[in-house]
């Protein structure tokens, strides 16, 4: 079954907050190899101008994840998840996400193309704190295999 194009510029409530923890950030950069001492000790962040230690840029999934959910969740959008596999993932940071942020993420609907009989579906998720002070823009392409009418083309 084809996504639902009216779906697009739809924007979803924001996350419940999420307060970002120095564990998280140690536990994500030992997670990806990164040995940085910026995401583990808080004198190496505050001597290079941050006021705690900070996230590594891609910790931002976690949140756009999250927030992804409320798509993935609308039944009327028409995804069945099952054919789903990440087809892109972007990161626009305007400042670094560090311990103590209490962040909340709305996601909104981008784009929704057709091509070769899949659905390609365009989400961002901004990513501000608690306050409204943007942190991140992230943007995800989402492709449903098989979902898109034959013989239409974006």
Do not use: W
Not at 129 to 150: K, N, W, Y
């Amino acid at each position: 079954m084809p996504l639902d194009q009216s779906f697009i510029g739809r924007e979803y409530p924001p996350t419940e907050p999420y307060e970002v923890g120095r564990e998280k950030i140690r536990e994500f950069a030992d997670a990806i190899k990164d040995s940085s001492p910026l995401h583990r000790d808080a004198a190496a962040a505050q001597a290079a101008g941050h006021p705690d230690v900070i996230a590594p840029p891609t910790f931002a999934v976690i949140l756009s994840m999250r927030a992804h959910d409320a798509v993935v969740a609308d039944s009327a959008l028409g995804l069945d998840y099952s054919k789903v596999v990440h087809g892109n993932q972007r990161f626009t940071h305007h400042r670094p996400i560090r311990a103590g942020d209490v962040l909340r993420t709305s996601v909104v609907v981008d784009d929704i193309k057709a091509r070769a009989g899949n659905d390609f579906l365009t989400v961002r998720a901004e990513i501000a704190t608690a306050d409204g002070e943007p942190v991140c823009t992230a943007i995800s392409t989402l492709v449903a295999r098989g979902t898109a009418e034959q013989g239409e083309q974006a």
